[in-house]
């Protein structure tokens, strides 16, 4: 886990100083920006990801005023830091992600997704369907996939929980003997169909997202456990936009409630039923889970 963690901010730190070293292309916002660029972490293939995000852009552009862009991110991570450093203004974020990037660089919560008629979720555990894991206990010494460092339901929730239920500091080492960064939750999935991981750890349930492709996957892949409740992922906007247009893109993503073709594309996306309100107050449980790393001082490094 000290290994996972050291790299992580050595990610964030190398991501943050390259983005310092490259002038933002919408320029300063002010109280009428030029162009708002809107940042997105694939779930699925980058390439229909970017089909799917353009009609969301080109809606957004034509009800603020403005030039709206979609841009598809590498990382969590790098979306962290574009929105630090003002390259990026409208961020879709997770739980964790938002919060390191409201804890960096002041990034405000706007709204979160609405799933089910729920604002929370979970993160589960799926294994191969013919593995002999059954349970939690039986994951000790596998190799573990996660979507991304910076995932809330990938990688901070069910590491707390593994930390906390077998009183672990180094999960890495300590409890599982690999742990490989997929780059997605649909690439940790698939990592564990083709038996390169034992288990991985996603949103619930991201099977669906490879249905189409691995039409046999929740046959192939069975869900093993679970975390508790996780705030919802996140529209989340930099601090350098004024509050007049943080309140028009708000309400103007909560038009879209009532607008079909929007909410289909947001169900695309991201698999949002729904966009509903949100408050920074929420994101605290997600603080308190990060606050187990801290406390082992699993950072010093």
């Given at each position: 886990m000290k290994k996972v963690i050291a790299l992580l901010f050595a990610a964030l730190l190398a991501i943050g100083l390259t983005a310092c070293g490259t002038s933002s292309d919408s320029g300063s916002i002010g109280e009428d920006p030029e162009k708002i660029i809107m940042g997105f972490v694939p779930s699925q293939d980058s390439d229909e990801i970017a089909d799917t995000v353009k009609p969301l852009a080109d809606k957004l552009s034509e009800e603020l005023g403005v030039?709206?862009?979609?841009?598809?991110?590498?990382?969590?991570?790098?979306?962290?830091?574009?929105?630090?450093?003002?390259?990026?203004?409208?961020?879709?974020?997770?739980?964790?992600?938002?919060?390191?990037?409201?804890?960096?660089?002041?990034?405000?919560?706007?709204?979160?997704?609405?799933?089910?008629?729920?604002?929370?979720?979970?993160?589960?555990?799926?294994?191969?369907?013919?593995?002999?894991?059954?349970?939690?206990?039986?994951?000790?010494?596998?190799?573990?996939?996660?979507?991304?460092?910076?995932?809330?339901?990938?990688?901070?929730?069910?590491?707390?929980?593994?930390?906390?239920?077998?009183?672990?500091?180094?999960?890495?080492?300590?409890?599982?003997?690999?742990?490989?960064?997929?780059?997605?939750?649909?690439?940790?999935?698939?990592?564990?169909?083709?038996?390169?991981?034992?288990?991985?750890?996603?949103?619930?349930?991201?099977?669906?997202?490879?249905?189409?492709?691995?039409?046999?996957?929740?046959?192939?892949?069975?869900?093993?456990?679970?975390?508790?409740?996780?705030?919802?992922?996140?529209?989340?906007?930099?601090?350098?936009?004024?509050?007049e247009w943080k309140k028009k893109i708000k309400e103007t993503f909560l038009s879209f409630n009532d607008d079909k073709e929007m909410i289909e594309v947001m169900n695309e996306v991201y698999s949002w039923d729904a966009i509903i309100e949100a408050e920074d107050s929420e994101y605290d449980v997600v603080r308190n889970t990060y606050e187990k790393f801290k406390d082992t001082n699993l950072l010093d490094n």
């Amino acid at each position: 886990m000290k290994k996972v963690i050291a790299l992580l901010f050595a990610a964030l730190l190398a991501i943050g100083l390259t983005a310092c070293g490259t002038s933002s292309d919408s320029g300063s916002i002010g109280e009428d920006p030029e162009k708002i660029i809107m940042g997105f972490v694939p779930s699925q293939d980058s390439d229909e990801i970017a089909d799917t995000v353009k009609p969301l852009a080109d809606k957004l552009s034509e009800e603020l005023g403005v030039e709206v862009e979609g841009q598809l991110m590498t990382s969590y991570s790098a979306l962290v830091e574009a929105m630090g450093s003002n390259q990026v203004q409208i961020g879709f974020l997770p739980a964790f992600g938002y919060v390191l990037a409201n804890e960096k660089h002041g990034v405000e919560v706007i709204l979160k997704s609405e799933r089910f008629g729920s604002g929370t979720y979970r993160a589960q555990y799926v294994v191969h369907a013919d593995s002999n894991i059954e349970s939690l206990e039986d994951m000790k010494g596998k190799t573990w996939a996660i979507p991304d460092l910076t995932s809330t339901s990938g990688f901070l929730f069910p590491a707390a929980q593994i930390m906390d239920k077998f009183n672990v500091e180094d999960v890495q080492s300590g409890f599982f003997s690999n742990t490989i960064e997929a780059g997605g939750h649909d690439n940790a999935l698939i990592s564990v169909y083709e038996g390169d991981a034992d288990v991985a750890t996603t949103f619930d349930d991201a099977r669906s997202t490879i249905e189409e492709d691995y039409p046999d996957v929740k046959d192939k892949l069975k869900v093993i456990e679970y975390t508790s409740d996780i705030p919802n992922d996140t529209i989340s906007v930099t601090k350098d936009l004024s509050d007049e247009w943080k309140k028009k893109i708000k309400e103007t993503f909560l038009s879209f409630n009532d607008d079909k073709e929007m909410i289909e594309v947001m169900n695309e996306v991201y698999s949002w039923d729904a966009i509903i309100e949100a408050e920074d107050s929420e994101y605290d449980v997600v603080r308190n889970t990060y606050e187990k790393f801290k406390d082992t001082n699993l950072l010093d490094n």
